[in-house]
Every structure is written in structure tokens, then in C-alpha cells.
């Protein structure tokens, strides 16, 4: 039996000998395998987005404010705003002065009989200001009153002082000033007032003006035992200095308040690379709020648009042709308002505005008082002029080969370059769009890339120009019904490797009004509510081999 | 060497038995490892020990839907496998790989009066690995290729369960009646097995329309650490993802199972048997993690111009996408239930040397169940050698051949069962493949008289 076993077991032994090859064959055939290939076609979806021109206008403008009217109809507006710098446009001269009182030797028998002398002075101090000026009444921001006071005599001495033109919350600014005489003359007194809050008033009761007014009262006690000398006195000196007011008023004279220059850049038209856009009625709405309670004369000295072309076409205005007066205000605190529209109607602003200009530039010189007759003035420390300045397009419009580009790095180049590296070969992709278009307008996309070394184009992007149709229109230019297309685009792997090497985009838009009938291009307003739907896939065909 | 290891494996591979589908044991009843498939069998010594490295070791390999044809028929002039092609090549709607390993570590067989006890010890390890084509299908042909419809993936299922098996058995004969059982204490080594998987893409018809993702199921893990770097938002630690070898003996993954078997002896001749086999389970409860996604729905149309205009607004969008995607985890015990198996057995004895038999067998996993047939002889040779030999047909794989043997020499008995050897000549297109082989000792030979009824 065990020979028999023996046997089995050799005979399938054998068998198993027999088979190596297959076995080993088989197995060579698996560990030969150098790695995977394969060949999927990837799709997903990349873009389901809605924007208005709003959207879009956004896109490429960044900060354009876009509004709307009532109707839902979409303004651009350009807004630059500056104004007058606040400042101290009065200097006010110092109030300064001084005298000595003695007794006179008339009164000294009568003070040594009596024992007791007193005197009262009231006067007024002129202002001292060039011209037809006039200073009334001012409320001190920063300022100071010094007095230096002192007293000669051998007897007690007592010095008043009042103002009544200096008032805080209605009380006028007194002092008093003692000086005991006790065998040796007493130091002079000073005093140092902080005036912020003050109220000065220079018309004494409203019935004048530059004119300052003080009261001075003198009373002295005799002392049996000294005499009067004839060169005792009372000596007074103030100087008053206001630096910054926080009001005043009066009439301060024609001056020149401030000149403003500006350049607003035009977003939107600098990415133009040619063709028109017509705006039916563009406008700029001018608004000066106005704070200096005194009348101002404006002159605007410059006015123009600058081209992408450097070139400079200045806009002519009709009513600014010479000088304009703002609205002002005679009570503190108000400000007015003056308004003026610049449309058609009065300048070539059309004109200039459908040569798609860069930049617009304005100086304007703002000037006080010009007739230099007196009247009421008031300036506060914040009075300004604020200028605002519109331009306003309402989207009327219509555009006849209008192109705009930007540009930007292509970092996707590099990123597929280094996708092929690791074994990913692109073979084809396609771009397949579903796009709904309530606009009326056509738009044609390209994207070119270029090698920003050399400068040159390397290929685009879309074979044909990815063109996105105009909504239906009528003959009178009334949109009808959004068109829909369904737009693919292949791009080959010749085209794939050449776009890969390029490090520059440039993205090329160019825009056209549908035309109503042959060559006929109205005017289409364009709405809020007005959409472009876009649905963008992309399918891609890959082998993978690593 | 490189190549001897080579060969050395692919010789062994070919002499394996499919994964978990034996159709050679049940009729080499001389072993007690028979008693594996019916523990109704009453062996042929009265002790049968099996000690360790000697005792039994089995290693099945089952594969559906792909072989080694498969594989190199899908290559190349250069040697790069192609996927397309590959897919092209599959059969069926997924691709199975089955492993099993069966390593006794000792077994003790004794008769006592009228009753044979057994307690045996085996370490063993069952993987299922069920893929669903249209995985290949998408890598190689990409989303595109499904447009307008559903791609689905959602047969795919994994389950790999390492466990220590203790089994106590009992069997005696009742008349024309064996009656046999197995108890068994199993004790969880480690598991990794997904639950519920679903993966869907609804493709549209147009890239510019809606596309969906739907994921969802469970991933339950034990005693394998931690599988991703973060719980719930909290870095794992190193500890927690590395393998605790302490999970080998520890006590902590605890299940019973069942070996129920039965023989009729319809008349001096013919027998019928049946079993059922590995009816258990365990309950992990030591370093569990449940992965967990809620069928999510992750939907994408595009960008909005919002998220174009605005990298932060994409970001979020795609972060949110990503977010239904990361599994939730949780540490909640839960129960695997062993691939249970069921036998039914004829065998005609036309004498005391020869025996035709006939087996119906299935083996339950993941919710199918994979069926096999089986025709056989055996032949007992001399005193000692019993030879058998197989027709099988397994699954929709018709072409298996098994054979085997049971020598014994002294007290030594030797077995060696393999149940597809077609796939030596043919090694590139086997399905199925196992080995069975180990040493017993065994003593006291029962020469039992030959029934009349």
C-alpha cells in the first residue's frame, strides 16, 4: 500500500511539474505589468450663474455705482466728491493796549479830607482791520485775555475791570485787582484768561462794529501816615489774542477760498479697444453744498475728457461759460444746496461722452465775496463747499462694435504642464454652454494667451469666437423673447499643447446692438430685472498611464 | 529564490479549495477534520489529535468576475494593463475576491462509552471583497460615459473578520441516526465591514446640467485603530491608529456559534446527511469605531457668480460639499454574523472500498448566498489510504476538479485535499482554489460492521 501512496503521490507530483510552465508563464505574465492605462472622459458641471449687467458691469469696473430708476432702467454713475478744505479763512488782529490812572492833584485835598478816592473809565479800543471789513461778534475757540495790573500808591488800592463785549453763557467778564499797601508797594497782579467759549462782541449792543469796549474802576483808601506822590498810579495792560474762532460774523472782504482740481477716471470705458458706445442721454449732475454763510462765485477754469489716446476734448457747457454763484446761508449751523445738470441740451456732452473717454478733469476756483460790497457774512471753523459731481448714464444705449480686454497671468498653463508631468495626457476637452439671454445684446468672447516674453499670441482659446446672441428683438427695438443657445466648443490636443505654454490671458469682449433691420441700430434701454442665464460644462478626454 | 517563491506559490495556489466552499472534505470522512463539515460524521479512529504546526492549515481563494486571464488578456503591447479593456473583460456585474484561512492549532478527538467528544482550536481568517464593475467601469471611462443615467456602485462590500475559534463537540449514533454538534466560543482578533454601502452618480445627459453623488452606509472597525486622521474634528492620535497586538488573546470581542449535523442511513447502502456550519457571531466591543455617512446627497450645477466672484463664498462651497462626504464616527458596539454554511450530502456505498456521493452546499454572506454541487468517488486503498476524487460545479464555474487523500502511516495520518487541480493546467483562469492539509495522530481504528437494514 505505501508503494501505491508512493506512487499517487509521485504521479501528481509529476503532474504538478508538468504545469510549472503555465504556472510560471502565467505568473511572469502578471508581474510584467509595468503599470495602469486608461482612458475616461470626465464631465462635470463648472458654471450655473446669473448675472444682470449690473453683475457684469461690476465684474470689470469693481467700485462703478450702478444704480436704477423707478422703471427698473440701469444708471451707471461716475461720482467724484471733494470739497473745500476747512481752515481759518479770518485772521484776527491781536486786542492789545495799556495806560496808567493817577490822581489827579486837584482831588488830593479833597481824598485826604475825605480819606477815599475813586474813578471810573469806560472806553473802547478800535480794531484795527485793512479795508471795507468789518468784525461784529465771534465765539473764541482758542484764545487768551492776559492782564497785567499793578498799584504805586502808599494807600489800599482796588482795581475793577469789566467787558462787557466778553460773555460766556450771558455774563460778561469782570475781574478786580487788590493791592494793601503795607510800607512797600505791592507786586503787580496778572491774569491769565483761557477765552474758548467766549463770545466777543465788537458792535457794542449792535450799534457799531470793529470796536471793543472796557470799564475800569479805581477806589483807593487813604492811609493818614503816607502822602500822595505825584507820580503815583494804577498801571493796566491787556493783550487779547484770539488764534481760532468757532463763529464769526461780519464782512470779511472778496478772497479767494480755495481752487479744486480733479481727474475722475472712467471705469468701464479704459478696457475699450475700439468702436462706440451711444448713451442717449448721458448727464452730469454738479451738487455744491455749501456751508460759508457768505456769498461764493464759482469759475470752473478747467473742463475736459481725456481719450485713451491722451487726446484732451474739453466740455463745453453753456451756463458755466462765465462765472456762477452758489446759494448760501446766513444762519449758522444751515448749509444750501445749488444744483446744476449738464445734459445735451446745454453742452456737447453727448459728443464727448460716445468717444468712450478715460478720464474726465475739472479745476473750479471758488471766490468769496467777489462784488466786495459789505453785507452779512458768517463762517463757522467747519464751513466748506462740498462738490459733488455725477456723471450719469442711463443705459440707453446702443453700441456698434465695441470691443473691451483685460488681462491677467495665466497660471493655468502651468498647472496643466505640470498635470501632463504626472502622467495625465489630455487628449480633448469641450466646453459645452447653455446659455439664456434676456439682453439685448450680442456678445463675442475671446481669450487669447500669449507669451508675455515675446509679447506674442500664442493661440485662443475659442474656435470659432464664443458668440452669445442678443435677445429677440422687434423692428422697434422691444425685446421679444430670450434666446437660448447651446454652444460647444472642442479644443484639440495640438491646440492644448500650444495653450499650455503661454503665461498671459487676455480676455477680448466684444459687444454689438442687434440690428432692428439691415443696418438700422436703435437705441435699447437695459433693465435690472433683464438677465443672462449661463450653464457651462466641460468634458474632458484623459489617458492616464503611470 | 525569487523565483522558487514564485513557484512555490503559484503551486500552492492552484491545490487550494474555493473560499469557505469545501467539495472534497465531505468525502474524505476517514480525518476528523470531515467533522468540520458535519459533525454528525463519526470518525474512523477512536483519538484523533492534531497538535500544533502539524495539526491543519487551509487556504481558499475564490475570485468571480475576473482571473488571471482576465488580467493579462487586458494588457498591452507594453505591458500596461487597460483598464477599459479590463472592464470590457469582466464577467458579471461585480468582482468577488474570497479568502479564507483556516490555521488548526490543535484538535483532540476521544471516544467515551457510545459518545465521541472533540475540542478543537483554530485561528482563522475570512475576507470578502465584492466590487462593483462600474468602479472599474468609471475609472475606465469616466463619468461621461454614463450620461443620462445612474452609476452605481452600490454592491460593493467588504468584509474581513479575524477570529480564535474554541468548538467542543459531541456526536453519537442513535440506530440509522448520527447526530453530531459542534459549540463554539469565538473570540473577535480584529474586523473591518461595511454595512448598507450606497454609491450613485446621476449623471445628466449635458455637463451643463445637475450632477449628484449619493453616499451613504457604515464602515464598522475593531481592534484595527483608528482609519482616519481625525475623529469628528479631533487629531487621532498614533495610538489610537496603530493595531493593538493584545487583540490576538484578549477577551474582549466575544461570540457563540453553532455546528448542527445529522446522518440517515436510509438503508445499508445509501446515506444522507446534513449540516449547517459556523451559525454564530460576534459582539465587538473592544476599540470599535463606526465610519458612518447618512446618504448624503451631494449636488453640484455649477458655480453661481458669487462664488466665482468671491474665493472665500467657493471655498465654503466646496468645503461643504466635501463635509457631507467626511464620515461621522462613532464607537458603538456592534455584531458581525459569521458567513454560515449548510451541507446536504448523499453518499451510495456500492462497498466497503467504494463510495459514490453527491453534495448541495451553499455558504451565506452579505446577504447572498453562493451555491455548489458536487459529485465524487472515493475509494478506500489498503487499510490506510483513502483516495477521493471530485466534480464540482461552484457558482457559474464548471470546470473544477478536486482530489484528495488520507494516508495513514503508524499513527500518523496524512491528508492533503485540493479541489480545483484543473487550474494547474490551466492557472491563468482559475476561480476557485484551496488547500487542506495537515497531520493527525491517531489511534485505535474503528472497524465498524457493515449495517443491514
Not at chain 1, 491787556?238 to 471705469?267: P, S, W
Not at chain 2, 504546526?53 to 486571464?69: C, H, T, V
Not at chain 2, 463537540?169 to 473577535?188: E, H, I, P, T, W
Request: glycine share 6%.
Amino acid at each position: 500500500m505505501k508503494k501505491l501512496a508512493l506512487g499517487i503521490f509521485s504521479a501528481f507530483a509529476l503532474l504538478s511539474t508538468s504545469c510549472i510552465k503555465e504556472i510560471e508563464d502565467t505568473f511572469n505574465d502578471l508581474s510584467s505589468i509595468k503599470g495602469i492605462t486608461t482612458n475616461p472622459t470626465i464631465a462635470a458641471p463648472l458654471i450655473n450663474a446669473t448675472a444682470t449687467l449690473r453683475d457684469l458691469i461690476d465684474d470689470f469696473t469693481g467700485d462703478l455705482d450702478i444704480s436704477t430708476d423707478a422703471d427698473g432702467k440701469i444708471i451707471l454713475k461716475f461720482k467724484s466728491v471733494d470739497s473745500v478744505p476747512e481752515k481759518q479763512h479770518i485772521i484776527l488782529p491781536g486786542i492789545n493796549f495799556s495806560f496808567n490812572i493817577i490822581m489827579p492833584p486837584t482831588e488830593v485835598p479833597n481824598f485826604e479830607a475825605a480819606g477815599r478816592y475813586s474813578q471810573i473809565i469806560a472806553n473802547d479800543a478800535a480794531i484795527s482791520i485793512s479795508g471795507n471789513k468789518r468784525l461784529e461778534r465771534l465765539v473764541v475757540n482758542q484764545g487768551s485775555l492776559s492782564l497785567n495790573v499793578g498799584s504805586s500808591f502808599k494807600h489800599n488800592t482796588v482795581v475793577k475791570i469789566s467787558y462787557p463785549g466778553i460773555t460766556k453763557n450771558g455774563k460778561a467778564y469782570s475781574d478786580s485787582f487788590v493791592f494793601a499797601y503795607n510800607g512797600s508797594t505791592p507786586p503787580n497782579i496778572i491774569r491769565n484768561v483761557d477765552l474758548e467759549g467766549y463770545e466777543i462782541d465788537l458792535t457794542k449792543n449792535g450799534s457799531t462794529y470793529n470796536v471793543f469796549t472796557y470799564e475800569l474802576g479805581v477806589d483807593i483808601t487813604r492811609n493818614p501816615s503816607n502822602n500822595v506822590g505825584l507820580t503815583d498810579k494804577v498801571s493796566f495792560t491787556q493783550d487779547l489774542i484770539v488764534n481760532e474762532y468757532k463763529r464769526i460774523e461780519g464782512y470779511f472782504g472778496k478772497f479767494e477760498i480755495a481752487e479744486i482740481k480733479q481727474t475722475k477716471e472712467l471705469e468701464l470705458f479704459d478696457k475699450k479697444l475700439e468702436g462706440n458706445v451711444f448713451v442717449k442721454n448721458p448727464t452730469i449732475k454738479i451738487k455744491l453744498t455749501n456751508s460759508f454763510g457768505l456769498p461764493i462765485t464759482a469759475k470752473i477754469t478747467e473742463l475736459y475728457v481725456v481719450s485713451g489716446a491722451g487726446v484732451q476734448t474739453p466740455i463745453v457747457v453753456n451756463m458755466f461759460q462765465d462765472t456762477f454763484n452758489l446759494d448760501y446761508t446766513t444762519n449758522i449751523g444751515q448749509t444750501k444746496i445749488t444744483e446744476y445738470i449738464i445734459d445735451k441740451t446745454n453742452s456737447n456732452i453727448y459728443d464727448i461722452i460716445n468717444t468712450a473717454p478715460q478720464y474726465i478733469v475739472y479745476k473750479v476756483l471758488f471766490t468769496a465775496n467777489s462784488d466786495d460790497l459789505p453785507k452779512a457774512n458768517v463762517i463757522s471753523d467747519y464751513t466748506t463747499v462740498k462738490q459733488e459731481t455725477y456723471l450719469e448714464l442711463p443705459v440707453d444705449v446702443k453700441i456698434l462694435k465695441y470691443s473691451l480686454e483685460t488681462e491677467g497671468d495665466f497660471e493655468l498653463g502651468k498647472s496643466l504642464s505640470d498635470l501632463d508631468s504626472n502622467g495625465v495626457y489630455v487628449n480633448w476637452a469641450e466646453t459645452v454652454s447653455d446659455i439664456e439671454n434676456e439682453l439685448p445684446l450680442n456678445a463675442q468672447i475671446q481669450i487669447y494667451i500669449d507669451d508675455s516674453v515675446t509679447n506674442k499670441v500664442i493661440d485662443s482659446v475659442y474656435n470659432p469666437a464664443y458668440i452669445i446672441p442678443a435677445a429677440a428683438v422687434n423692428s422697434l427695438g422691444e425685446i421679444t423673447k430670450p434666446t437660448r443657445a447651446n454652444i460647444s466648443n472642442m479644443i484639440t490636443r495640438a491646440q492644448y499643447e500650444k495653450l499650455i505654454k503661454g503665461n498671459r490671458y487676455r480676455l477680448q469682449i466684444r459687444l454689438k446692438t442687434p440690428e432692428t433691420s439691415p443696418g438700422v441700430f436703435p437705441f435699447f434701454s437695459f433693465y435690472d430685472f433683464q438677465k443672462i442665464r449661463v450653464k457651462l460644462g466641460v468634458r474632458t478626454n484623459i489617458t492616464y498611464r503611470k | 529564490m525569487k523565483k522558487n517563491i514564485k513557484l512555490f506559490a503559484f503551486f500552492l495556489l492552484p491545490i487550494c479549495l474555493h473560499a469557505q466552499i469545501e467539495t472534497t472534505m465531505p468525502a474524505l470522512s476517514a480525518t476528523h477534520q470531515a467533522t468540520y463539515i458535519n459533525p454528525a460524521i463519526l470518525p474512523a479512529f477512536s483519538t484523533s489529535i492534531g497538535t500544533p504546526l502539524m495539526s491543519g492549515f487551509g487556504l481558499s481563494i475564490g475570485l468571480n468576475g475576473l482571473n488571471a486571464r482576465t488580467v493579462i488578456s487586458s494588457l498591452d503591447a507594453d505591458s500596461f494593463l487597460n483598464i477599459p479593456k479590463l472592464y470590457n473583460n469582466l464577467k458579471g456585474d461585480k468582482i468577488e475576491i474570497d479568502v479564507a484561512v483556516n490555521y488548526e492549532i490543535f484538535h483532540v478527538r476521544f471516544k467515551c462509552k457510545n459518545w465521541y467528544y472533540g475540542i478543537n482550536l483554530n485561528t482563522r481568517n475570512i475576507t470578502n471583497v465584492r466590487l462593483s464593475n462600474e468602479l472599474i467601469g468609471l475609472v475606465a471611462n469616466g463619468n461621461d460615459s454614463y450620461a443620462g443615467s445612474t452609476w452605481d456602485a452600490s454592491s460593493t462590500a467588504i468584509t474581513n473578520i479575524a477570529f480564535n475559534e474554541l468548538g467542543f463537540s459531541m456526536a453519537r449514533n442513535f440506530d440509522r441516526f448520527n447526530v453530531g454538534g459542534r459549540a463554539k466560543l469565538y473570540q473577535g482578533i480584529g474586523v473591518a465591514q461595511t454595512k448598507d454601502f450606497t454609491l450613485k452618480l446621476n449623471q445628466p445627459k449635458t455637463p451643463t446640467e445637475e450632477i449628484s453623488l449619493i453616499a451613504g452606509g457604515v464602515i464598522n472597525t475593531a481592534s484595527i485603530g483608528v482609519l482616519t486622521d481625525s475623529v469628528n474634528g479631533r487629531a487621532s492620535s498614533n495610538d489610537e491608529k496603530a493595531i493593538d497586538y493584545k487583540n490576538f488573546y484578549s477577551m474582549g470581542n466575544l461570540g457563540a456559534g453553532i455546528d448542527l449535523g445529522l446522518t440517515y442511513d436510509v438503508n445499508n447502502r445509501l446515506t444522507l446527511g446534513a449540516s449547517i456550519i459556523d451559525f454564530g457571531f460576534i459582539n465587538w466591543t473592544n476599540n470599535v469605531n463606526n465610519y458612518s455617512i447618512n446618504n448624503a446627497d451631494v449636488r453640484s450645477n455649477g458655480l453661481n457668480k458669487e462664488q466665482i466672484d468671491s474665493g472665500k463664498k467657493l471655498n465654503n462651497y466646496l468645503d461643504s460639499l466635501f463635509n457631507l462626504l467626511k464620515p461621522k464616527v462613532s464607537e458603538n458596539h456592534f455584531t458581525t454574523f459569521m458567513p454560515w454554511r449548510f451541507y446536504v450530502t448523499a453518499n451510495y456505498k456500492f462497498n466497503r472500498r467504494n463510495t459514490i456521493g453527491a453534495v448541495i452546499q451553499g455558504r451565506y454572506l452579505l446577504g447572498s448566498i453562493l451555491p455548489a454541487y458536487t459529485l465524487s468517488y472515493a475509494r478506500k486503498i489498503g487499510d490506510g489510504f483513502h483516495l477521493t476524487a471530485n466534480y464540482s460545479i461552484i457558482g457559474n464555474s464548471y470546470t473544477n476538479i478536486g482530489l484528495g487523500w488520507s494516508l495513514k502511516m503508524g499513527s500518523v495520518q496524512w491528508y492533503l485535499i485540493q479541489d480545483n487541480v484543473l487550474a494547474y493546467f490551466k492557472p491563468d483562469q482559475f476561480q476557485f482554489m484551496s488547500l487542506r492539509l495537515g497531520f493527525n495522530l491517531v489511534f485505535g481504528e474503528i472497524r465498524r460492521p457493515l449495517k443491514v437494514y
